[in-house]
């Protein structure tokens, strides 16, 4: 399982490098909710795609190697794992002036939206960290037969902000 110490590691080492990224998926609601409230299998992290030579470079310092075959793949996302088996899902985004972002997911212009509000911080393990918000994370947990730990994740949400959820 992918440990608090190895994400706030992971943080440090591409803030060092000048990378910012955001922590999305179950580490960014636990981040969120300011505790680990599961086992999380990874680590969903986006950056800035011109940053992307940069993060991969550091990622690979720090032991990562990009794994082939992942679908869905680039332009949308791609990962890379460590010896122990921690594995980073690295979502690129293209920034616009007025700090909106897309996420490109194919190349036949199909792209995730970012509104300039959907980058925030949260804390693990007492460390402030970069992340979506409660609002993107909602958005996201829509449009798709919801896994346990989806269910878990909103759930925590809804406790902690009072957000309605669809799930």
């Given at each position: 399982?992918?440990?608090?110490?190895?994400?706030?590691?992971?943080?440090?080492?591409?803030?060092?490098?000048?990378?910012?990224?955001?922590?999305?998926?179950?580490?960014?609601?636990?981040?969120?909710?300011?505790?680990?409230?599961?086992?999380?299998?990874?680590?969903?992290?986006?950056?800035?795609?011109?940053?992307?030579?940069?993060?991969?470079?550091?990622?690979?310092?720090?032991?990562?190697?990009?794994?082939?075959?992942?679908?869905?793949?680039?332009?949308?996302?791609?990962?890379?794992?460590?010896?122990?088996g921690n594995e980073l899902d690295l979502h690129p985004l293209r920034f616009a002036a007025d700090g909106s972002a897309l996420q490109r997911l194919d190349d036949a212009g199909g792209a995730f939206s970012?509104?300039?509000?959907?980058?925030?911080?949260?804390?693990?393990?007492?460390?402030?960290?970069?992340?979506?918000?409660?609002?993107?994370?909602?958005?996201?947990?829509?449009?798709?037969?919801?896994?346990?730990?989806?269910?878990?994740?909103?759930?925590?949400?809804?406790?902690?902000?009072?957000?309605?959820?669809?799930?």
């Amino acid at each position: 399982m992918f440990a608090a110490e190895t994400v706030l590691g992971v943080l440090a080492a591409l803030r060092a490098a000048g990378c910012e990224v955001w922590i999305a998926g179950g580490w960014g609601i636990d981040a969120l909710v300011g505790r680990a409230t599961r086992e999380h299998g990874d680590l969903d992290l986006l950056h800035r795609v011109e940053q992307e030579p940069t993060v991969i470079a550091t990622l690979a310092a720090a032991g990562y190697t990009e794994r082939e075959g992942v679908v869905p793949g680039r332009p949308a996302r791609f990962v890379m794992a460590d010896a122990h088996g921690n594995e980073l899902d690295l979502h690129p985004l293209r920034f616009a002036a007025d700090g909106s972002a897309l996420q490109r997911l194919d190349d036949a212009g199909g792209a995730f939206s970012y509104p300039p509000h959907a980058f925030t911080t949260g804390v693990i393990e007492g460390v402030r960290v970069p992340c979506l918000s409660v609002a993107q994370q909602v958005a996201f947990h829509r449009g798709y037969r919801p896994r346990s730990r989806d269910l878990h994740d909103m759930a925590r949400l809804r406790e902690a902000f009072g957000v309605a959820t669809h799930f």
